[in-house]
């Protein structure tokens, strides 16, 4: 478990794909410290078969605390993906209604309003193409199950290993990776922010920018 940033409040992980963030993160900080999974509190979430950066609070209070951030748009996330093909515009917002099926744990975009229905919101910008493939940055304005990937495959830009939305393109796993992090530190009165860089493997390796510092 690599730990970009620890205090007695909080722990800034950096999840791996295949890891879940609500069981096995808690566990392996708790094995990797000596202390007790119960010690950890989920504030959210990052998809399985996704990875990148996640805090997770040390006690009640600064959990309630990053909750209620996250339900206030205070707690920013920042995204990278990569798609076949290049969105168009080149930068823009994606608004869609989302209805999430579970009994096959995926989300599907409708024209209407319904029961169990959801708008969804995320801002783009491309950073850079290397044919036939783009690196896309992604900030959310919206948290939805599957958001990303069911917005981009929506409009025929499945991200890439992503086969549940449709991506007909290998790659050891999903290219989604939550890149940039931040929020208001309580304690320290401040905000915080914090970056990591994707794993050196495809399709990331194949773009130039995608370990740069962000701007």
Not at 45 to 61: I, T, Y
Not at 103 to 116: C, D, I, S, W
Not at 177 to 193: G, I, M, T, V, W
Request: a positive charge; one cysteine or more; glycine letters at 6%.
């Amino acid at each position: 478990m690599k730990i970009i940033h620890k205090t007695a409040e909080y722990t800034v992980v950096c999840k791996a794909a295949g890891e879940d963030s609500e069981h096995d993160l808690p566990e392996m900080l708790a094995e990797q410290n000596g202390d007790r999974a119960t010690d950890y509190y989920v504030v959210h979430r990052l998809d399985k078969a996704a990875s990148g950066l996640l805090v997770l609070a040390r006690d009640r209070q600064t959990a309630g605390e990053l909750s209620r951030q996250l339900t206030e748009n205070r707690l920013r996330k920042t995204y990278l993906c990569v798609v076949p093909g290049v969105p168009a515009p080149v930068s823009g917002e994606m608004q869609d209604l989302l209805y999430q099926d579970k009994m096959k744990k995926k989300m599907f975009p409708v024209k209407r309003k319904r029961a169990g229905v959801k708008e969804a919101s995320l801002t783009y910008r491309v950073l850079e193409t290397q044919a036939p493939l783009t690196l896309v940055e992604v900030e959310l304005q919206t948290g939805r199950f599957h958001q990303i990937r069911c917005q981009f495959a929506a409009r025929k830009l499945p991200l890439v290993g992503d086969g549940k939305y449709g991506s007909r393109v290998r790659s050891p796993h999903l290219a989604l990776f939550c890149r940039q992090l931040s929020f208001y530190d309580a304690k320290e009165k401040k905000e915080c922010s914090f970056t990591a860089a994707p794993p050196a493997e495809l399709p990331w390796t194949a773009f130039s920018c995608a370990s740069d510092e962000v701007k």
